[in-house]
């Protein structure tokens, strides 16, 4: 796939049409993360309170290591996909920041 200009004002269609195809991969790949997070670690929990309750064996809680080990992995992709999705595609913020530049490297040559 080729890289759009995303600080251009106007997209055709068809550029349109892949912006919002890239967003629902990022929506897609961000959600069966957070799912398959979700049902490991509940059947993780699972066999830790099997072990603990039936078998009355008191062992520490070794579920906490796959808990937050995973889950920091989880809150980076979920950073990354909320920059991908707010920031890369937000390109009137870009062209706005773009102006404001210009706009001081404008003012500094006329002060010259």
Same mark, same amino acid.
């Given at each position: 796939m080729e %890289? #759009?200009?995303? @600080? /251009? /004002? !106007?997209?055709?269609? =068809? =550029?349109?049409?892949?912006? +919002? &195809? &890239?967003?629902i991969k *990022? /929506?897609? =790949?961000? @959600?069966?993360?957070?799912? +398959?997070?979700?049902f490991v670690n509940a059947f993780i929990l699972f066999v830790y309170w099997l072990i603990n309750e039936k078998i009355e064996i008191n062992i520490t #809680?070794?579920? $906490?290591? *796959?808990?937050? $080990?995973w889950g920091l992995g989880?809150?980076?992709?979920? @950073? %990354? +996909?909320?920059? %991908?999705l707010n920031f890369k595609y937000n390109a009137n913020a870009i062209n706005k920041e773009l102006a404001k530049i210009k706009k001081q490297i404008? !003012?500094?040559?006329? !002060?010259k």
């Open positions: %890289e #759009f200009n995303y @600080f /251009k /004002k !106007d997209f055709s269609e =068809e =550029e349109l049409i892949e912006i +919002a &195809k &890239k967003r *990022v /929506k897609r =790949e961000l @959600f069966s993360h957070i799912a +398959a997070y979700i #809680f070794w579920p $906490g290591w *796959v808990l937050s $080990g989880l809150l980076f992709h979920i @950073f %990354e +996909a909320m920059q %991908e404008n !003012d500094r040559k006329i !002060d």
